[in-house]
């Protein structure tokens, strides 16, 4: 290929990228310039590319609903919660499958324990629901979707914290045995600082993917807990859509996840997103 | 990996040079004591520790996963529905919900509704996604700006799904929708697109997903391609091949694995991809946007018929099993490759 050609190609190569770059971020850019907008100028027939009035206090007026609050908050205690528990319980199992790993069950375990992750939900909402239903707290509540969430999140902590586990010297502990740590002392004083950043990463994913999801919450709670991702379809007034306070509300919710997520980049990039990084 | 240190290694390495060597296939070289010792795992700990640590996670998957498939595969086989459920009176049918599942034409339109979006949703998003990772990797040299491109192009992946859901509804909205407006400003049609009718309502739905999902195929083998030797790189421009070469004979035969997973981990979400149809469309109009998976969702939630929505879920979960299956093979090779497992 001539230099010329070869500088051709690349050019349209990157002209390329350049085009989904501009796919990608159209629809931020519509949604933020929409949640400035007063309600008439969304429901123009000809829609404006940028706002005549900007409306800062859409941002105010979502929260006069106060149930748009709620759901906010009962978004974090969910989120926060099966966070916990799936850290705690995959710190322990990661930890076997790392250390002792003929003891716990071997590979085929941790592969079976990974391929939760994947399983669909269809196969798992209906018992559940039913489940849940005979239980004191009920269906429509936290913590049934604290423990359902565990379904996806506990896999995706348990692997990961055991690639964490590997990654640390057992050296390190064994010099703690000698020098007379119980190997209970010498996980939590050596064992476990060493994991701690990366076991803030796999909390932070966990968190995104508990805070982002849909079908679990549409399908299971609804009226004494609502989750932001419920909530968000609804902004109706009568037959209208409040597209404003809507696109506004969206992007207060959407915040948490994209601010996790770009401090998360470089374990995304790091072999952690080989397909385990999806819900 | 390697279980356990044999107490050698504790003293050091160096020490292995001058020690005798000994033949550790001949039992004469070990003494009595040890000829009869009873093999035992190398345990710092109590031997029922390991198992609880796991055993608490496995019994919890055992109760959100496993038992609720065998609840769905005892009553594909029953006749029940909301009421025989409640009433605790349901009776065995054998594979009568299977055979009125397979029958019905609903479930037929599914299955093509289904092969498009295989086709122009999972394939094309894996397709562009290792294009556009390989651009990245390749043809931007600054280290700042590919991390910002990169940032940028993964970000709808992080997205709520209910968030995309609206958003696209909202930017194709017919009548005043941004989508249509700007294709009219460019010229490129000169009457607004009716996206959500019966005939294009799937192709919304495909839309949105591309936007949403093309990341994870680009981050997939964006992360393969950094992994890759450089030093293969290295030979190859010794050795006086082209960018294109590279490309071809280096770069996508080591990928391929990568791939291969990419559009596993596609294919997997294909078969329960159900938020947009439930936030876009609502399977709708005239059931033109209906996917397996949302029909499963309806019959069992909205219309009371639980055997049929378990039967449903059985074949979803059949096909879900074989790909995740798949998927685990080629995770454990390229785990192995990159030195994780």
Not at chain 1, 23 to 41: D, G, H
Not at chain 1, 142 to 163: D, E, G, K, R
Not at chain 1, 187 to 206: R, Y
Not at chain 2, 200 to 221: G, K, Q, R, Y
Request: proline share 6%; net charge neutral.
């Amino acid at each position: 290929m001539s230099k010329a050609n070869y500088r051709l190609v690349k050019f349209l190569f990157l002209a390329l990228m350049g085009l989904w770059l501009l796919i990608t971020l159209f629809p931020f850019y519509w949604q933020i310039i929409t949640a400035f907008k007063s309600a008439a100028e969304t429901n123009r027939t000809i829609p404006t590319f940028w706002p005549e009035v900007w409306h800062p206090q859409n941002f105010v007026s979502v929260f006069a609903e106060a149930s748009n609050f709620d759901a906010l908050v009962d978004s974090f205690i969910i989120a926060t919660g099966n966070t916990l528990a799936s850290l705690l319980l995959g710190t322990l199992a990661g930890y076997a499958f790392a250390r002792f790993p003929r003891q716990a069950g071997g590979e085929n375990l941790a592969f079976w324990v990974l391929s939760n992750r994947m399983f669909p939900p269809v196969a798992v909402v209906l018992p559940m629901f039913f489940l849940f239903d005979a239980t004191p707290w009920g269906t429509d509540s936290h913590l049934s979707l604290i423990i359902l969430y565990l379904v996806f999140n506990m896999p995706l902590a348990t692997w990961l914290m055991m690639v964490f586990f590997r990654d640390t010297p057992r050296e390190l502990e064994e010099a703690a045995y000698l020098d007379g740590y119980t190997p209970l002392r010498a996980f939590f004083k050596v064992t476990l600082p060493l994991v701690l950043p990366g076991m803030i990463s796999v909390a932070m994913l966990c968190w995104i993917f508990a805070w982002n999801e849909y079908l679990f919450a549409n399908l299971l709670v609804g009226t004494d807990v609502r989750t932001f991702t419920i909530v968000i379809p609804t902004f109706t007034h009568g037959s209208q859509t409040l597209w404003n306070l809507q696109m506004a509300f969206s992007l207060i919710a959407m915040l948490p996840p994209v601010i996790l997520f770009i401090l998360l980049r470089r374990y995304m990039v790091r072999g952690l997103s080989l397909g385990v990084v999806k819900g | 990996m390697v279980d356990g240190t044999a107490p050698g290694d504790l003293a050091g390495e160096p020490a292995a040079a001058e020690r005798p060597r000994l033949d550790r296939a001949d039992p004469a070289t070990y003494p009595e004591w040890f000829r009869n010792k009873k093999p035992r795992a190398n345990l710092i700990v109590a031997r029922w520790v390991p198992i609880a640590l796991v055993g608490l996670p496995v019994l919890v998957l055992f109760c959100i996963v496993v038992y609720p498939t065998v609840w769905m595969f005892y009553h594909a086989l029953h006749d029940t529905n909301m009421m025989r459920l409640f009433q605790g009176n349901w009776n065995f049918i054998g594979l009568e919900n299977f055979a009125t599942v397979l029958e019905s034409a609903r479930f037929g339109d599914s299955i093509v509704h289904l092969g498009i979006y295989l086709t122009f949703g999972a394939c094309l998003q894996v397709i562009l996604g290792s294009i556009l990772a390989l651009i990245l990797y390749e043809l931007v040299k600054s280290n700042f700006l590919r991390v910002v491109f990169l940032v940028a192009m993964v970000l709808p992946m992080m997205l709520p799904p209910s968030i995309v859901g609206v958003l696209w509804k909202f930017l194709l909205t017919p009548s005043n929708g941004a989508i249509n407006q700007a294709l009219l400003n460019l010229g490129l049609i000169d009457q607004h697109i009716e996206w959500f009718n019966a005939g294009l309502s799937l192709w919304t739905i495909i839309i949105a997903d591309v936007w949403n999902w093309t990341a994870l195929p680009l981050l997939i083998v964006y992360s393969g391609r950094v992994s890759l030797p450089p030093a293969v790189y290295e030979a190859a421009r010794v050795d006086g091949a082209g960018a294109w070469t590279t490309l071809r004979r280096i770069t996508l035969p080591m990928l391929k694995e990568v791939i291969a997973i990419a559009f596993i981990v596609r294919f997997m979400d294909a078969f329960k991809f159900v938020d947009l149809v439930f936030i876009m469309t609502s399977g709708g109009p005239a059931q033109s946007s209906e996917l397996p998976a949302y029909i499963a969702f309806q019959r069992g939630i909205r219309e009371f018929a639980i055997g049929e929505a378990a039967a449903y879920a059985i074949l979803i979960f059949a096909v879900s099993a074989v790909l995740i299956i798949l998927f685990l093979k080629y995770l454990k090779k390229v785990l192995k490759a990159q030195g994780f497992a």
